[in-house]
């Protein structure tokens, strides 16, 4: 999170505060869904108050340790109305391995090139051309809060080193 900070020219405190909102958001979000591993609302104080973890990330910008599944039933488009009256429609499947540029000690994490890549594969597949204002939804990895914001600029949903601005703005809220 710091060599975001210092890339994109952020003081610690601007930083902090936009991990502080995106927790907050999460948090939010999560006291809607009754299945949500955490259900309580927090404000964007509480996050910014949140015991230390590792600079810059406090309790609040880390995920609880948990396990999860997901399933996901595919059926040739033609036969989908016969499972749910209502069927979700895949335009584009894409998956990028990497790894290699973690292993150099210039790496940064500020961007995460397989999201980056695996994001340009599926659109091009989907025949997506502005992510930004053609998906109106998305539901990114959030193990930690400064991951949401690198994988939001990777998957173009921001452009690069202006995520904060959409954070704040509540571009990624449920009603931004």
Not at 72 to 84: G, P, S, T, Y
Not at 101 to 118: K, P, V
């Amino acid at each position: 999170a710091t060599k975001y900070f210092e890339r994109y020219g952020l003081s610690p405190e601007e930083g902090k505060r936009m991990l502080a909102r995106i927790s907050y958001k999460s948090h939010k979000n999560g006291a809607l869904n009754p299945k949500a591993h955490f259900q309580k609302e927090i404000t964007i104080e509480q996050a910014m108050n949140a015991p230390m973890i590792s600079w810059p990330l406090g309790l609040f910008d880390c995920c609880g340790v948990s396990d999860g599944a997901a399933a996901a039933i595919l059926v040739r488009a033609d036969k989908a109305k016969d499972f749910r009256k209502d069927p979700m429609y895949l335009k584009a499947l894409q998956i990028s391995i990497g790894g290699e540029n973690r292993l150099r000690d210039d790496y940064d994490y500020t961007h995460i090139e397989e999201i980056y890549r695996s994001g340009i594969a599926a659109y091009k597949e989907a025949e997506v051309t502005k992510p930004r204002e053609e998906i109106g939804m998305a539901e990114v990895h959030d193990c930690f809060s400064i991951t949401e914001a690198v994988f939001m600029e990777d998957l173009q949903f921001s452009p690069r080193g202006k995520v904060r601005e959409d954070i704040e703005s509540g571009f990624f809220d449920l009603d931004g």
